[in-house]
């Protein structure tokens, strides 16, 4: 059984940083892409940055330049560094990734439980 942990959520004050991580655990092959989504109540989930097995990442606009997202393929982690944080940036955060179980298998999409940053102005 996969399980991804998400830890380090929590409160901060506008202009603050916090840094998420999000441990896979289990039977793991391999791990391929890694992402960072957000939900804020009422809102649709979106993706915020993902980075692959390679080390590419990506970025949506509104966090460029004040998100990083790392990995620590030895670990099976994966990272997001938040600076500059927002009050808009106050959401649920998923980590999500997709992991192949042994090497006859297809890789398939895992989920954390989230994690809640909250951002005071």
């Known amino acids: 059984q996969v399980q991804l942990v998400e830890s380090g959520g929590g409160l901060v004050q506008a202009g603050g940083s916090l840094t998420l991580s999000c441990a896979a655990s289990?039977?793991?092959?391999?791990?391929?892409?890694m992402r960072w989504y957000r939900q804020a109540p009422g809102k649709q989930r979106e993706l915020v940055a993902g980075?692959?097995?390679?080390?590419?990442?990506n970025y949506v606009d509104s966090v460029i330049g004040r998100f990083t997202i790392s990995r620590d393929n030895a670990k099976n982690t994966v990272y997001l560094q938040m600076i500059s944080l927002k009050p808009e940036d106050a959401a649920v955060y998923y980590c999500n990734a997709e992991i192949q179980i042994t090497r006859f298998d297809i890789s398939q999409d895992y989920w954390g439980q989230g994690t809640q940053v909250t951002v005071s102005s």
């Open positions: 289990g039977w793991i092959f391999r791990i391929d892409a």
């Open positions: 980075i692959t097995s390679s080390g590419t990442t």
